[in-house]
């Protein structure tokens, strides 16, 4: 990855695109989960990528690449929501319900709607709390990573990481008591 990074740097767009194909599904899912729409997603990943290429020059550590990228994204997500409000948007159908063979219609239906409560209990917290859960319980990174892509110490972090847990927990167990 240094190397395509270096070489991307170095303005060979087959370096850059190789980027692409490496964190493009990543940098999307991330930011997906962050605003809940397809469309913004696939508006703010392209964002990212357009505002990484145009300044890759400036990253100066090369193995730093996928924080700093995650970071863009995270800075683009932030940026459209204070610029058109905080509003949750839902998530569309499609992105919802995952068909599949394997599965009973019961067992479908169930995978549905547990991925309808997991969202909602997402889109209740705050960005900042969101932005740190999902780095964390969907994207895998480590707190080290979530750290460099927030620009918060690895304390902060694992703290918010906490909060948000206990406040999705919260959310859930609310839902299982109606």
Not at 64 to 87: D, H, M, P, T
Request: hydrophobic share 40%; charged share 30%; no cysteine.
């Amino acid at each position: 990855m240094i190397d395509l990074v270096r070489k991307a740097k170095h303005d060979d767009v087959n370096a850059f695109h190789e980027l692409y194909k490496l964190f493009g599904k990543d940098i999307y899912n991330f930011v997906y989960r962050l605003t809940g729409s397809k469309e913004d997603a696939e508006d703010l990943t392209q964002e990212t990528f357009v505002k990484a290429f145009q300044d890759l020059k400036n990253l100066r550590e090369d193995s730093r690449f996928k924080s700093w990228l995650f970071s863009i994204a995270r800075n683009e997500v932030y940026q459209r929501a204070r610029r058109y409000g905080s509003r949750v948007k839902p998530l569309e159908e499609e992105a919802i319900q995952i068909p599949s063979t394997e599965k009973t219609p019961e067992e479908a239906y169930l995978h549905g709607e547990l991925s309808d409560i997991v969202q909602s209990a997402l889109d209740s917290l705050p960005l900042k709390l969101k932005t740190v859960l999902v780095l964390a319980a969907i994207q895998n990174h480590s707190y080290q990573e979530i750290a460099e892509i927030v620009g918060r110490s690895v304390p902060a972090v694992k703290t918010d990481i906490h909060r948000a847990r206990l406040k999705v927990r919260e959310y859930i167990k609310k839902y299982l008591s109606l």
